[in-house]
């Protein structure tokens, strides 16, 4: 069986894209065998992998420029022994976010607390929404995920609340956080470095809702 594909993506540098490939796909390697695709170009969840911090998964980079080398882009991933595989993706509208959305069983959407972000945001759905229309499964579905947000603040309240405008479903938030910065200083992740914290959890938390929506259940129910 082809494994399932997780990707994440923004069309924005910064927004916690590699932070949450990292942290979900160790996550989720809990109980199935992982994949981390790294597609984007700087190769910073390649660099991650490399410090050998014991991550539970296996990784490559796999960079797409060429939107004629797609197809063999998709064959190196869809036959992947894993059982899913996490793409983490550049932050621009190129071949391999493309590419990627057609292969997609689902879609993160990290999403940073500035207009700016959300901006990025609504482009990345236009793709989605293109991706769909190409498909005929209906697929992927999406989860946008406000990160690195202090909820405390206004601005933090009020990117929730935009956020929730944008037509697809919002999934568990992920706060700002030190432990993760932390955690990937060493090569580590959250459930590994700091398995009792908040970030802990709140990683946990949407890998559930991640892979109950993998599992053919929709976002929100038992
Ligand atoms: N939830 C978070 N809390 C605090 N810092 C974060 C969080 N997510 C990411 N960061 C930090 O922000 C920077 C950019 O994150 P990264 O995951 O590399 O974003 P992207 O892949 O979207 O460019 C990194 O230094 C990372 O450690
Ligand atoms: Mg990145």
Redesign the pocket.
Known sequence: MPPQILAVG?L?????????AVNLAAELAGKRKVHLVDA?AQE?ATEWFQLDGGLPFTCEALPLDDPGEAAGWIARITTNPADLVVV?LP?HTGAATAAALILADLFLV?IGPSTLDIRAAAKALDMLTEAREAREDGKPAALLIL??VDRRTAAGREIEAALHEMGEPVGPM?????A??DA?SGGSWIGAYAPRSV?HQEIATLAAVAARILKGKKHGTA
Do not use: Q, Y
């Open positions: 923004n924005k540098g910064g927004t916690g894209k590699t932070t949450l984007d910073s983490d932050p990290p990160s690195k992920v706060g700002l956080r030190s993760f910065v990937a970030a």
